[in-house]
C-alpha cells in the first residue's frame, strides 16, 4: 500500500515510521527546508510523564502515555527512565499534597528523600513527589532518529515540500499538519520555552515546580543543556517570546536553583500546539484521508498511540471512524 | 442581579482562564447557571485578535462576556487593555483591575480609582475590583462606578471572607448599589456566606477552574449561591445569646418529679 503522510512533526514520523513497520510503502512531506524548523515538537519538553500530565488532563492519557516509553525506548536512543521529580517553593508546599491528591503513583518525598535523587536539590525544597514509572527523551534527537528508521525501513522523507492532503498521492494520505491542518473545532495554544546551558547544575530527572500561577519545568539534556518550559496561553499567535514569560521561566528556574542565574541562555522560541476543546487528539478517517491531531502538550507521549490508529484506519475499511486517544 | 442597565437572573459570575480544557470549561458554564463570565485579555492574544478561537469557543455557550483586565500593574497599561477589549468584545462593560502588590495581587486603589474616572469618561461601564475600604468605595462612586467589587481575600486564596465585618458595613454603607463580592472563593460556604450579606453576586474563578471535578464544583457554586441569596431574602434570624425555645416553657405539662430548682 502506498500512503503519503503530510507534516513530519512528531505526529507525523511516529505516524510514517508505525505505517512503515506494518508494511506500508510511505513518502512522509514536510513543507519546511529542515526537520523540525516549523514544528512544535521540536520545542517540546520531552517529558513522557503520563501520571504528571493526568493532573489536569483526562486520565485516559496514563495508559496509552506509559505505553509510548517502551515505543520511544524500543526505536530512538536516550529514553532515560528516571521518572520525575515534583517539588514547590516553601510558601507553595501546599500545591505538592493537591499534586499527590490529583495523581497516582507519585512517592512522596522529603528533603532527604528529594537529595538523594537529586543532590544538587539538598535541602532546598522540604517535600515532594516522585513518579518513578515515569520518563523523558531529547525531542529533536528522537524525532532525527525516526526520520533515519524511516529511511532505514525503505520509507522517503521529502522536505520543502508542501503538500494537500486532497491533491497528495497514494492509496491513503495522512494528514498530521497540527495548526496548519486547520480543522474547524482545532485551535492553537502558544508555548514559550527556553534552552539554558551551565555545567553548575546537574539534574537526572525533569523537574516539576509547582506554583499556583505558573507551573513550570526543568528538562536536564546532553551538554549541560536544560530545557525550561512552557508557557501555555489561548492565542494563535506566532512571533518571538514575550519579556513576561521569558521572565515567569526563568524565574522558575532561578527557584529551582540559584546557580541558573549564571547559565547561558541558549535558546528562546515560542510554538503553537494544536487543540481540539477537550484537548485530546483525534484520529479520523474520511475517504483515503486519515486525519491525526490535536496533540496539544502531549505529543511525544500520545503519537505512538494516534499512529496505531492512523494505521488500523489505513490499513482498515475505508470509513468515517472517529476515535479519540 | 442588575449590572447597569441590565438585569440577570444567576448571581454568579465565572472566570474562564485555567481550566483543564475549553470543554470542561463549557460545562461548567452550563452547570453554574452562570450568565456572564469574565475573560481576561492579554495583549499579545487582542493583537490581530490572536485568541478568537478561544474566545469564539466562550461566546458559543451563548453567555455574556465581562472583558477584565487582570495582570495589569499600572493605569496606563488598564486603561489601554480595556480599550482593546471594548473594540474585540464589542461591549461597555470592564471588569477592571490594577494590581497593586505582586504578592497579594490587592488592587492599587489609587490607580484604580484614577482608571475608573478615565474609563467612565470615556463611556465605559465600570466594574471595579477593589478593597472593602469604604474611602476607596467613595471615591470610586464619585468616579462613576456604579458596580463595586470587593475582593473576599486575596485572588486564588481560596480563604473565603477575611473581613466579613469590612463586607458587611460596605453593604450598608451602599444599600443600593450593585456589590458583588470578587476573589478568594474556596468553597462553596463561602459563596453562601456572601450571599447572606446580603450581596447581590459572587464573581469566582479559580475555586472552580482548578477543582478537581470542576463541573461538580461549579454546580456546588451555583447551588450555595442560590441558598445564600434566600436565606437572606427570608430574613433571617439574628444571633442571640440565650436559648429561645421553639415551644413555650410556661404551662407545659412537668413528667417525672422535675420541678424548678
Avoid at chain 1, 510514517?16 to 529542515?34: F, I, M, P, W, Y
Wanted: negative net charge; hydrophobic residues 45%.
Amino acid at each position: 500500500m502506498q500512503i503519503t503522510v503530510i507534516g513530519a512533526g512528531v505526529a507525523g514520523l511516529v505516524t510514517a515510521v508505525t505505517l512503515a513497520e506494518r508494511g506500508a510503502a510511505v513518502t512522509l512531506h514536510e513543507c519546511s527546508e529542515s526537520l523540525g524548523a516549523n514544528a512544535a515538537s521540536w520545542l517540546a519538553g520531552g517529558m513522557l510523564a503520563p501520571f504528571c500530565e493526568a493532573e489536569s488532563a483526562d486520565p485516559a492519557i496514563v495508559a496509552p502515555g506509559l505505553a509510548a516509553i517502551d515505543w520511544w525506548a524500543e526505536r530512538v536512543p536516550g529514553v532515560t527512565r528516571q521518572g520525575t521529580l515534583v517539588v514547590a517553593p516553601p510558601r507553595d508546599a501546599g500545591e505538592v499534597q493537591r499534586f499527590g491528591r490529583r495523581t497516582r503513583q507519585g512517592l512522596p518525598l522529603d528533603a532527604d528523600g528529594i537529595a538523594a535523587l537529586e543532590p544538587d536539590l539538598a535541602a532546598r525544597f522540604a517535600g515532594g513527589l516522585h513518579f518513578a514509572a515515569e520518563a523523558h527523551l531529547d525531542p529533536r534527537r528522537a524525532l532525527l532518529a525516526l526520520s533515519e528508521r524511516l529511511q532505514a525501513l525503505g520509507g522517503c522523507l521529502r522536505l520543502s515540500s508542501p503538500l494537500e492532503p486532497e491533491t497528495a498521492a497514494g492509496d491513503v494520505v495522512v494528514d498530521c499538519r497540527g495548526i496548519a491542518g486547520a480543522a474547524d473545532d482545532l485551535r492553537s495554544v502558544r508555548g514559550e520555552m527556553l534552552i539554558l546551558r551551565t555545567p553548575d547544575v546537574r539534574l537526572s530527572r525533569p523537574v516539576r515546580l509547582l506554583h499556583p500561577r505558573i507551573p513550570v519545568y526543568v528538562v536536564p539534556r546532553a551538554d549541560k543543556l536544560f530545557m525550561v518550559g512552557a508557557t501555555m496561553i489561548e492565542s494563535e499567535a506566532e512571533g518571538p517570546v514575550r519579556l513576561r514569560s521569558a521572565v515567569e521561566l526563568m524565574n522558575a528556574a532561578y527557584a529551582l536553583h540559584p546557580a541558573f542565574a549564571e547559565a547561558e541562555v541558549v535558546e528562546m522560541r515560542a510554538g503553537r500546539r494544536p487543540a481540539f476543546p477537550d484537548n485530546l487528539p483525534r484520529v479520523t478517517r474520511k475517504g483515503r484521508i486519515v486525519s491525526v491531531n490535536g496533540l496539544y502538550r502531549h505529543g511525544f507521549l500520545l503519537s505512538p498511540d494516534c499512529a496505531a490508529r492512523a494505521a488500523d484506519l489505513a490499513f482498515g475499511p475505508a470509513q468515517t471512524r472517529e476515535i479519540a486517544a | 442581579m442588575r449590572i447597569y442597565d441590565e438585569t440577570f437572573t444567576s448571581r454568579l459570575m465565572l472566570g474562564t482562564a485555567r481550566y483543564p480544557s475549553p470543554q470542561i470549561l463549557k460545562d461548567a458554564i452550563v452547570a453554574s447557571g452562570a450568565e456572564i463570565v469574565t475573560v481576561s485579555l492579554r495583549r499579545e492574544a487582542a493583537g490581530e485578535r490572536a485568541g478568537q478561537r478561544f474566545w469564539d469557543l466562550i461566546r458559543d455557550t451563548g453567555v455574556k462576556v465581562l472583558p477584565n483586565t487582570a495582570g495589569c500593574h499600572s493605569v496606563r497599561e488598564a486603561v489601554t487593555t480595556a480599550e482593546m477589549a471594548r473594540e474585540v468584545f464589542g461591549t461597555r462593560w470592564i471588569k477592571l483591575e490594577v494590581i497593586g502588590d505582586a504578592d497579594t495581587l490587592q488592587p492599587d486603589l489609587f490607580g484604580l480609582v484614577e482608571a475608573t474616572r478615565i474609563l467612565s469618561n470615556d463611556g465605559f461601564q465600570v466594574l471595579a475590583y477593589t478593597t472593602e475600604d469604604l474611602v476607596a468605595a467613595d471615591r470610586l462612586v464619585e468616579a462613576g462606578c456604579r458596580v463595586l467589587m470587593p475582593w473576599g481575600s486575596p485572588i486564588g486564596s481560596a480563604r473565603g471572607l477575611n473581613n466579613v465585618y469590612g463586607l458587611r458595613a460596605m453593604r450598608a454603607r451602599f444599600p443600593e448599589l450593585t456589590l458583588i463580592v470578587d476573589a478568594g472563593m474556596g468553597v462553596p460556604s463561602h459563596a453562601s456566606t456572601a450571599m447572606e450579606l446580603g450581596y447581590d453576586g459572587v464573581l469566582l474563578s479559580s475555586a472552580v477552574a482548578l477543582a478537581g471535578d470542576p463541573v461538580r464544583m461549579a454546580r456546588a457554586f451555583r447551588l450555595s449561591v442560590e441558598a445564600g441569596r434566600l436565606g437572606f431574602t427570608a430574613d433571617p434570624l439574628q444571633p442571640r445569646d440565650f436559648a429561645e425555645p421553639s415551644t413555650p416553657v410556661l404551662g407545659q405539662a412537668l413528667l417525672g418529679d422535675t420541678v424548678f430548682a
